[in-house]
């Protein structure tokens, strides 16, 4: 499968994104997906997690009730919801996915596919 980030962007603090990702090449119903960021000096960290099937969501605690993980079957697309964007937010957001919902959620070494990142910044 193949995952193409868009929808990054220059904000102000308070203000939303919204961040695509298409898939192609399959077709994801049965894969688990996520999206992940990077700030410069930083290592790559979780962001949020769902199986593209079901309606349960993984949260990494500092975006909890800020960010939503939702997908669209028909456009064969995931998207991260960013609400009430921090400075702290700043950085390249990668979603990523893995076939069969295994492993952990949360890892970024359980994750096989990744599209090419996409650069958020949030001013304050």
């Known amino acids: 499968v193949q995952l193409q980030a868009s929808g990054g962007g220059s904000v102000q603090a308070g203000g939303s994104l919204r961040l695509s990702c298409l898939a192609s090449g399959d077709t994801v119903s049965s894969y688990k997906v996520g999206w992940f960021r990077q700030a410069p000096g930083r290592e790559r960290e979780f962001v949020a997690a769902?199986?593209?099937?079901?309606?349960?969501?993984y949260y990494a605690d500092s975006v909890k009730g800020r960010f939503t993980i939702s997908r669209d079957d028909v456009k064969n697309t995931m998207y991260l919801r960013m609400n009430s964007l921090r400075p702290e937010d700043t950085a390249v957001y990668y979603c990523?996915?893995?076939?069969?919902?295994?492993?952990?959620?949360?890892?970024?070494?359980?994750?096989?596919?990744w599209g090419q990142g996409t650069q958020v910044t949030v001013s304050s």
């Open positions: 769902k199986n593209w099937r079901d309606s349960i969501t």
């Open positions: 990523a996915a893995r076939r069969y919902y295994s492993g952990s959620y949360y890892d970024k070494e359980e994750y096989d596919y």
